[in-house]
């Protein structure tokens, strides 16, 4: 970092730690991979992946259980009461023999029990492999979302850096033109300079000023983007050190990079296996037509009483079975199915498509920032020194008077603004980095620990409650 924005940190890291005394009683610092850690149990997008996993796992046991034996069992049991005017009890071992009776009370009950096993069910072995088929989509998706959720940790993280360094260099400003006006002021009391140089003064000033509250603001507020994704409020967050390597992507190969994401990318894989999916689901409708054959244990008992001489009578039986359904006419249910289930299968092709196309074109476009984001990264250090030698040419004019004070002013916000552009870009590298690896499927947590290297746990942006440094310029 240049030696005039490491300055402004400092200026403005001394603000902040005082007003923390009086907003905090503790801090508590943590770096990018933390953050992470702490956001991948907490997030609830990816919660609700997690949970969207899960569900469509079972749709592989469901299918499968079409194919597998099952058992079924029934019990009953029902009162009867016969009656027979007049009659007279014939039977010699009943209680009642020769004497009338006006009727017969007496119950039945019963279980049956059938073991069925499905021999031939073309249509269920497709829709297992339909199921497999979107299981595999459910679990390329929830990877997508893995990624996706290191990309937006890593976003949020260095938006809050960023806003840090839009501080410090506001205030640094805000310093800057202070002791410029006063300067400026002490020159027009001996009446070495105009009343107009005063005003342009005073007018830079106040505008620096609205920006370093502006950035107050800001960096306020990106901390509660952080705290969405990991449920948590911190107190400190590492800064990222100097000595990260601004370099090419490796491999250096546009192509490479294309065909890479071609093959792993997690959009394309769920999309390709949503398609096999639904073309083994065509199978499965389309075998609707045909017959299947299933083999039968069943078991059964009943008992009945008093339907014949000898009273209460059972009967326990076995039959073994085959039975052979032929759908010969369904209403056209059928046909009707597999034309859906080809709608569905043209629908998941052309969403491949797009996702190959769009993919191709990302990887494409995030290649070529991420090699001109190395450039920019050294132009505009570059730019930081041609803008201090240009600020110390102008202030040494203005003192001979061959430059006003508009155009040292203009040159001290040059200066500012190259070294805001200079954190700003080495931002837009790291994660234009990170997107390029996520649009061809390599990005993992590695990739974030190896970031987090560079994280210097010596030099902290300090969150605080409210600052004052800035409004109080007003007054």
């Known amino acids: 970092m240049h030696t005039a924005l490491k300055l402004s940190k400092s200026l403005t890291r001394a603000t902040i730690l005082c007003a923390a005394m009086f907003s905090s009683t503790g801090v508590y610092a943590v770096d990018m991979l933390g953050v992470y850690q702490t956001a991948a149990e907490q997030d609830p997008i990816i919660g609700a992946a997690k949970a969207a996993y899960a569900a469509a796992k079972e749709q592989l046991p469901q299918a499968r259980s079409a194919l597998l034996p099952n058992v079924r069992g029934s019990v009953s049991t029902s009162k009867n009461v016969r009656e027979f005017p007049g009659a007279v009890d014939t039977n010699p071992t009943s209680p009642t023999f020769g004497q009338s009776y006006q009727g017969q009370t007496y119950n039945d009950h019963g279980w049956n029990a059938q073991l069925r096993q499905p021999l031939v069910n073309v ?38 850096l960023r806003a840090q360094d839009r501080l410090d260099t506001t205030n ?65 967050l590492n800064r990222l050190s100097d000595a990260l390597p601004i370099v090419n992507p490796d491999p250096f190969d546009e192509e490479t990079w294309v065909s890479a994401a071609m093959s792993t990318n997690h959009g394309i894989n769920s999309a390709s296996a949503q398609l096999t999916a639904a073309r083994r689901d065509i199978r499965a409708k389309q075998a609707g037509h045909l017959p299947t054959v299933d083999a039968t244990v069943t078991q059964a008992q009943t008992v009945t009483g008093g339907q014949n001489f000898f009273g209460t009578d059972t009967t326990e039986q076995t039959i073994y079975g085959l039975q052979l359904t032929v759908p010969l006419y369904t209403g056209g249910l059928t046909r009707s199915r597999a034309r859906q289930a080809n709608a569905t299968a043209e629908r998941a092709q052309e969403l491949l498509l797009s996702q ?15 090699t001109t984001d190395v ?36 040159a001290q916000q040059r200066l500012y603004s190259s070294q805001f552009d200079y954190a700003d870009s080495r931002y837009n590298y790291l994660l234009n980095l990170m997107r390029l690896k996520q649009v061809a499927g390599t990005l993992d947590a590695e990739d974030l620990k190896e970031l987090n290297s560079f994280m210097d746990p010596n030099d902290q942006v300090q969150r605080v409650v409210a600052l004052r440094s800035v409004a109080d310029q007003l007054n």
């Open 172 to 236: 640094a400003e805000i310093t800057a033109v202070k002791r410029q006006l006063e300067q400026v002021q002490q020159r027009f009391d001996v009446g070495l300079v105009a009343i107009t140089d005063v005003l342009e003064s005073q007018a830079a000033y106040d505008n620096a000023v609205v920006r370093g509250i502006q950035a107050e603001g800001d960096y306020a507020i990106t901390y509660e983007t952080l705290s969405t994704l990991t449920g948590q409020s911190y107190d400190a």
């Open 375 to 410: 450039i920019r990264v050294r132009a505009r250090l570059k730019a930081i020194r041609s803008a201090q030698s240009a600020l110390e040419a102008t202030q040494t004019g203005y003192e001979v008077g061959t430059r006003n004070i508009v155009d040292v002013l203009q």
């Open 356 to 370: 190959q196309l769009n993919v191709t074109r990302d990887t494409r476009n995030l290649f070529k920032s991420v």
């Open 123 to 160: 249509s269920s072995w497709f829709t297992v492999g339909s199921a497999s088929a979107s299981v595999k989509a459910a679990e390329y998706d929830l990877a997508a979302q893995e990624q996706d959720l290191i990309v937006r940790v890593v976003q949020a993280y260095l938006n809050i």
